[in-house]
């Protein structure tokens, strides 16, 4: 893993406690609308863009659903959340963050939210400047777990695939990073780790102070 030049940071669930929130902010929507959210409703929808969410929420709900309609109401519940809890960075974020500076590794977040969100969220955290750029989910003609935003996050830090390494937890992010040819990393947050990612990782990692060991 020597020959790495760039880490491609997922945000949602990777660098940020964000999925747990999310869920209970979706749940409390789909309540007032009737509908029981569990769980394993909204896995599905993890790591993918707001477009790909509508038509996984009508396989599940209904032709009649429309994730765009509860998309304000989702995201104020979840400002509601952010505003009595703050938000929460995950464990090793900071001490990856240095050791690639020291290293020399640019640095860039490729999230499926977008832009206004990942300055948002950056902002929280005191991250503004800890990233060389970011590529947000509005900027690509397809989400996760197409290899756009990735490919893109090469093209902008003019890195070969090859030379760069993705950080997920999603299994929708593994697939992209696969279509893109580039190494990812597995860093499991809600979603435990299937068959799927054991094979097609590069590793499995407890959490992001252990990708560092990795990068030796």
């Known amino acids: 893993m020597k020959e790495v030049k760039l880490a491609i940071f997922d945000m949602d669930g990777l660098l940020f406690d964000t999925e747990r929130p999310s869920y209970e902010a979706m749940r409390r929507v789909m309540v007032r609308l009737g509908h029981d959210f569990p769980m394993e409703h909204y896995k599905p929808i993890i790591g993918v863009a707001d477009h790909e969410c509508d038509v996984i929420m009508k396989e599940i709900y209904g032709p009649e659903f429309s994730f765009p309609s509860i998309v304000a109401d989702y995201r104020q519940e979840f400002d509601n959340i ?4 703050g938000i929460m960075v995950k464990p090793g974020t900071d001490n990856l963050l240095t050791a690639l500076d020291q290293n020399g590794i640019k640095k860039c977040i490729a999230s499926s939210s977008s832009k206004a969100v990942i300055n948002h969220y950056l902002s929280l955290a005191g991250f ?10 509005e900027e690509v003609e397809n989400g996760k777990p197409n290899p756009d935003i990735f490919l893109e996050a090469c093209k902008r830090g003019n890195v070969a695939p090859d030379a760069a390494l993705v950080l997920e937890d999603s299994l929708n992010g593994l697939r992209a990073a696969v279509g893109a040819g580039i190494k990812c990393i597995i860093v499991p947050d809600i979603i435990a ?24």
């Open 128 to 137: 503004t400047d800890r990233f060389d750029f970011y590529v947000s989910g």
């Open 193 to 216: 780790p299937n068959d799927e990612m054991k094979t097609n990782a590069y590793a499995i990692a407890d959490d992001l102070n252990q990708v560092i060991d990795l990068l030796k």
């Open 82 to 85: 952010l505003l009595e809890e």
